[in-house]
């Protein structure tokens, strides 16, 4: 199927080939027949993407702090290979959208297959919208109006906001499309409506809709004006949408309101504001967000958590539904703004213009059949009979950002990619040379030229997909966690001795080339003998409260999904395993998704560790610091850059490039898969050594008996520690 997307590194506007989306639990599948180009929004996306990089950095002031920030704490070329991937990401266009559903997930029964919806889809054939976010048109409405259903409710959650009353004056500064059809709900309202509008072809069209207009550029200074027709009062509410770089309009719109009057801002303008006109007129500023409440809210839109109407009368789709019942009666006239209207494959005769003056709405039409295929090809790689063929379910930040750089320095081979939307999977495809693309993961485990199957998807997924994965012959590696919940544990063990198979938790930390020459270091193996204290510091910085990280349904936590990294490094290091933990975090009354905690470790060989994790120091600070205080010896690993030994002959320090582990860690997972495959264990020494599958439940039972602690505030012993059936399976040291 075709998406139009946005290129925010080079500005380019592109039709590509995407896999059909799957239907998810919450989500109606829709095939498109109208889409509505919001030319505001989509001009500023196109202008900022063909922007230099300095224009760039000069929009996004607080962007460029959070580089400077990295920069100081990672350092420069690691930096500059964020920004540029960041800005390889591209943005889908789009968010009004009239189709046909073909699907429904899990948990819709009010909607069915061939119902007409509006939602706030992408320009693209084929979409997957949350329930929340889809509206069933009456059929007295056509797609051309019912196009206008989203747009219009941001119009209409910016009056709700303002909440006049009938015959209250209300001025609408900007007549673009929002700025219509405002002015429209508004007189439907009762209100007397004022626009101000600089260009003379929107000013005619809002007075031929009823709407008193003034053309600042023909006619006096509007505050003049409405001091004038308001008999020197002055206007109840203002709703600002249009944009502006400075504060002009927030300045007008302060000076034409009344003693205690509010200003609605719906438009992208300078907040800066002159206190003695605020202070004068003790006016009101509030800024509009989006369709109305749950918009941006995870329970509200991803899993259909609606909101009680007697406490929220209007919510975004609530608000959906009322703009197509004024299109449904005839009150509110949305034809007028249309135009013009272009196929989907003539997209251009739209982007290619986006600042025509004459242009209020543009829509894109599509064909009436598409070809619905979760499996997109892009090449037909020939495939020699080589072992360790590759298959990744996820195309996250992750996958593209660290994984399929560390496999393609390896050289490992990769067939398919599996993302749950299709555009992201399809470009990741194109950009590392992967033959097919999929939004179908079982595609990719029933492919017998694939091997290996590399999960990266969220962490609620993590061990559901291990096991359907052992069960399809696969070896797999899994981003930790591996797993969110213990009794996810048994099935897990279970199918991995049954199928013989390697499973390697994406503990990369013990594979960075500092990591291992620590371990050189402490004495090799012989460490475990040895006992020592290890102290980590982990400046994980802040991730807002709404990440799915937090959810503990979902991501588990950040102690859960993150800290096990540093877990796995203490054991290393040690050689041995953990057998008791206790974790404490901050707060009076911490959760288990709590982000700022200290985990201490006791070990078999009495060596103890101690992980501090916290989310509120400064990002100037380096992110990562391991200390091992061994024998009168010390050595300080800074941030995976700098390792110092103290008291060590023959060594004082290693530095050079940040170094992780990541490329070593796939590096050694396919020479070892292979290795398995023609059954040449001759070959395997320590150098391909990777994690056992003792210590990888190792450590996953040592996080959730942490957690546990955390509940019960004590130490608590480690579950039984798991030993594989057959150590020849995954350790190798």
């Not at 004006?225 to 509410?237: E, K, L, Q, W």
């Not at 990591?515 to 012989?526: E, S, V, Y």
Request: proline share 4%.
């Amino acid at each position: 199927m075709k998406q139009l997307i946005q290129n925010l590194r080079t500005g380019e506007t592109l039709l590509i080939d995407v896999p059909t989306p799957q239907v998810q639990p919450g989500h109606v599948l829709i095939q498109t027949r109208r889409s509505l180009v919001s030319l505001g929004t989509e001009r500023m996306l196109v202008e900022f993407g063909k922007a230099s990089l300095l224009d760039k950095a000069r929009q996004q002031p607080d962007k460029v702090k959070q580089v400077v920030e990295k920069v100081q704490s990672d350092g420069l070329r690691p930096t500059i290979e964020a920004v540029v991937r960041k800005l390889n990401q591209p943005i889908p266009l789009g968010y009004c959208n009239v189709g046909t559903i073909l699907a429904v997930g899990d948990g819709v029964n009010d909607l069915g297959v061939g119902d007409r919806v509006a939602s706030n889809g992408y320009h693209a054939e084929v979409i997957c919208v949350p329930r929340n976010l889809v509206a069933h048109i009456p059929d007295a409405v056509s797609d051309d109006e019912a196009v206008f259903t989203v747009v219009g409710a941001i119009s209409l959650n910016s009056i709700r906001l303002l909440a006049p009353a009938a015959g209250e004056t209300v001025v609408v500064i900007g007549l673009g499309l929002i700025g219509l059809l405002t002015a429209e709900l508004l007189r439907i309202s009762g209100c007397q409506v004022i626009g101000v509008e600089i260009n003379e072809a929107k000013c005619q069209l809002a007075a031929r809709c009823g709407i008193t207009v003034i053309n600042p550029t023909l006619e006096a200074e509007p505050i003049k004006v409405v001091m004038s027709m308001t008999n020197g009062i002055g206007a109840d509410g203002v709703i600002i949408t249009a944009s502006s770089q400075t504060d002009k309009l927030l300045s007008q719109a302060t000076r034409m309101s009344r003693q205690k009057g509010t200003i609605i801002l719906v438009g992208v303008t300078d907040l800066t504001m002159s206190r003695a006109d605020l202070y004068e007129k003790e006016v009101t500023l509030r800024v509009a967000r989006s369709y109305g409440p749950g918009r941006y809210d995870d329970a509200y839109e991803q899993k259909g958590q609606d909101y009680p109407l007697a406490y929220v009368r209007w919510t975004a789709n609530r608000n959906f539904q009322a703009i197509l019942n004024f299109l449904a009666t005839g009150q509110l006239r949305v034809t007028p703004f249309i135009t013009e209207t272009v196929s989907l494959a003539d997209y251009q005769k739209i982007y290619s213009d986006l600042h025509s003056s004459e242009r209020i709405a543009s829509l894109l039409t599509y064909p009436e059949q598409t070809e619905l295929t979760p499996i997109l090809t892009l090449r037909e790689q020939p495939y020699e009979p080589r072992f360790g063929t590759i298959g990744i379910i996820g195309a996250g930040n992750f996958t593209g950002a660290t994984l399929l750089p560390a496999l393609k320095a390896t050289g490992g081979i990769v067939k398919s990619i599996a993302g749950t939307g299709g555009l992201n999977a399809a470009v990741l495809a194109r950009k590392f040379g992967i033959a097919q693309s999929t939004t179908d993961y079982r595609q990719l485990l029933n492919d017998t030229d694939i091997d290996v199957c590399m999960i990266t998807t969220r962490h609620d997924s993590h061990a559901r997909l291990v096991v359907e994965a052992l069960k399809a012959g696969k070896h797999v590696f899994v981003e930790k966690p591996l797993a969110i919940y213990t009794h996810e544990l048994p099935a897990l063990i279970e199918h991995q001795q049954q199928a013989g198979r390697i499973v390697l938790v994406g503990f990369n930390r013990r594979f960075s080339p500092y990591a291992q020459k620590m371990k050189q270091l402490l004495g090799g193996d012989r460490s475990a003998k040895l006992p020592m204290n290890i102290v980590a510091t982990v400046n994980a910085g802040c991730i807002p409260a709404t990440s799915w990280v937090h959810d503990r349904a979902i991501g588990g936590g950040r102690i859960l999904g993150e800290a096990c990294h540093f877990v796995d490094l203490i054991t290393f290091l040690t050689g041995s395993r953990v057998v008791s933990v206790c974790l404490n975090a901050m707060g009076n009354q911490p959760t288990e998704t709590s982000d700022s905690a200290s985990i201490l470790l006791r070990y078999e060989n009495g060596s103890s560790g101690t992980i501090n994790y916290f989310s509120n120091g400064s990002k100037a600070y380096a992110k990562e610091r391991v200390e091992v205080f061994w024998q009168e010896r010390t050595l300080v690993l800074d941030n995976f850059r700098t390792l110092t030994g103290y008291g060590f002959s023959g060594f004082s320090t290693m530095s050079g490039r940040q170094d992780k582990g990541h490329v070593e860690q796939m590096k050694r997972l396919m020479n070892r898969v292979r290795a398995e495959h023609w059954q040449t264990d001759e070959q395997i020494g320590s150098e391909q050594s990777l994690i056992s599958f003792a210590e990888i439940i190792n450590t996953t039972q040592t996080m959730f008996a942490a957690l546990q602690s955390l509940r019960e505030r004590r130490f608590v012993a480690v579950a039984g520690i798991h030993q594989e059936k057959s150590d020849s399976t995954d350790e190798h040291a």
